[in-house]
């Protein structure tokens, strides 16, 4: 019993579960709910919801964000609902997800609030946008949006009520119309986060958009830590996406982890959108995390665009100053998101065909924490609508992931333009796969894939290469992809095989 041989721990993969431009029908927490079964099929095991409080708008995503305790529940604002659907539906979907084995990540919006309900008169100051801690101004009296009653809900699920002295900045004066970074003056402590509790980037990067929350003020702590909890106890969710979190107090977010911990048990999963291409940055906010946080991998996504865009660009550097190869166990992989796609501030445009390239070098290795985007998998809308990606393949990477990619991992990155690399299985997931994939000419790699193979047939999983590979007694085979493509070979008899391209990703047919 003591040599008993431990279980493989099933490969996860999360879906970011929306895109910038998703119909604001107010229909997407009942589209999710539908399509639950089928994604946790194609192996998705956990999908970080959009912004589910009260935004400014009904149209507006939730990074615009009015009432943390309002989750589609009351009339303000223009809808009972938010852009995605009424808290009932919310709720409805969520337990969905968690009886069919699906985990919810929140997406929290904790730095600040937008659509004040009156406006307010405070002390401020200008400020140079591009040098935060220079003053461009004397201190003058202006009368911003500022106030935050939340007549609609009430005293429901908290008292607290924001007015000016609740935030350290605004970008708007009522009194002459003029927009500009305005920091709030109040006592001699008032003022952007301390140095190095926020990015240093502009001086001070406290200030990013609409009313700056101020988390040195104990009331705006403490209503959001108690928002925490009382999120924990309305949804089952499995962890949270932290917006922004170059931008508000890292000691506040560790105290906000702390305490969910204490109330709700460790285990949560916790990710911040720290959008920076400088590592050293990334590692030094994670060493002060206490590293029981991730990250997602902006290097990551950056080197896909350029090597997208360079005509026999060097596959083979591709993991070349990234999180994922640094700190992998810290690193959420990604290909694109709601601020990197078409027509977005963040736009990383990747050429259409590197794609499913860019998406078996997350889903198909052993490290990182993969994130698919939901534009990819199901179309973008929108102005400037854009069909599935992938050329209809990324749920059949994301099933091979699921199934397949387990063990051992040997890499052959030894031509410029052609990668591969081997996943040779375990014990009790035995099948493995080899992964070829070139970003010019026909490709091809010699790869060992394990004499336990010997005399098996391989095919691509993907149907994109034809043909078989017999694995020789000494356990190689000479695997091949098109030019500008890939191929995922797998054991043609292997288990599972049979539940590939049954995905249907016509989400908005109803």
């Not at 301390?194 to 001086?203: F, I, Y």
């Not at 209809?392 to 990668?419: E, H, M, N, V, W």
């Not at 026909?442 to 095919?459: L, N, R, S, Y």
Request: glycine fraction near 10%; charge should be negative.
């Amino acid at each position: 019993m003591g040599n008993q041989q431990k279980p493989t721990p099933e490969n996860a993969t999360m879906l970011q579960g929306f895109e910038w431009y998703v119909p604001d029908d107010h229909k997407h927490w009942t589209r999710l709910h539908d399509n639950l079964e089928q994604l946790k099929a194609t192996g998705i095991d956990n999908i970080w919801i959009p912004p589910g409080c009260k935004a400014s708008s009904p149209s507006g995503n939730g990074y615009d964000i009015y009432d943390l305790y309002d989750l589609g529940e009351f009339d303000a604002k223009g809808s009972v609902g938010t852009k995605w659907g009424t808290k009932e539906e919310l709720v409805k979907m969520v337990k969905k997800a968690n009886e069919v084995g699906i985990g919810i990540y929140w997406d929290a919006v904790l730095n600040h609030k937008a659509a004040a309900d009156h406006k307010e008169k405070c002390r401020a100051q200008e400020v140079d946008p591009n040098d935060r801690t220079r003053a461009i101004s004397d201190p003058y009296e202006i009368n911003g949006w500022l106030g935050f009653d939340f007549k609609a809900r009430g005293d429901k699920y908290s008292e607290q009520k924001y007015h000016w002295y609740h935030f350290s900045g605004t970008d708007y004066n009522a009194d002459n119309n003029k927009t500009a970074i305005y920091k709030i003056l109040g006592d001699d402590t008032k003022g952007w986060a301390d140095s190095g509790d926020v990015d240093g980037e502009k001086g001070n990067y406290d200030y990013l958009m609409f009313a700056d929350l101020d988390f040195d003020h104990p009331e705006v702590e403490k209503d959001v830590i108690e928002w925490g909890k009382w999120l924990s106890t309305e949804l089952t969710l499995k962890g949270i996406r932290f917006d922004a979190v170059k931008h508000f107090s890292e000691e506040f977010l560790r105290d906000f982890i702390t305490e969910l911990d204490k109330t709700h048990g460790e285990g949560w999963f916790f990710v911040g959108e720290f959008w920076k291409d400088s590592l050293s940055d990334m590692h030094k906010y994670l060493e002060r995390m206490g590293k029981k946080f991730s990250l997602f991998d902006a290097p990551l996504v950056y080197n896909f665009s350029q090597l997208s865009k360079t005509e026999g660009g060097d596959l083979t550097k591709v993991f070349d100053d990234t999180l994922v190869k640094t700190v992998p166990v810290n690193a959420v992989t990604l290909v694109m998101n709601h601020d990197t796609q078409p027509y977005q501030a963040l736009e990383a445009q990747i050429e259409p065909f590197f794609k499913p390239l860019a998406y078996a070098l997350i889903l198909l290795r052993y490290e990182g924490y993969p994130c698919l985007f939901y534009g990819d998998l199901y179309g973008i809308k929108g102005e400037h609508p854009f069909p599935p990606s992938c050329g209809g393949a990324l749920p059949s990477l994301a099933l091979a992931r699921k199934l397949y990619s387990y063990g051992l991992q040997k890499d052959y990155f030894d031509y410029p333009t052609c990668i591969g690399w081997v996943r040779y299985g375990t014990w009790d997931r035995r099948w493995g796969c080899a992964v070829v994939m070139s970003n010019a000419g026909p490709g091809q790699k010699w790869m060992h894939v394990g004499e336990m193979h010997a005399g098996e047939k391989w095919t691509d999983v993907l149907g994109w290469s034809q043909g078989e590979v017999e694995i020789g007694q000494d356990g190689f085979g000479n695997f091949t992809c098109y030019g500008v493509s890939l191929s995922v070979w797998v054991n043609k008899d292997a288990e599972g095989r049979d539940r590939f391209g049954k995905f249907d990703d016509n989400i908005y047919k109803s």
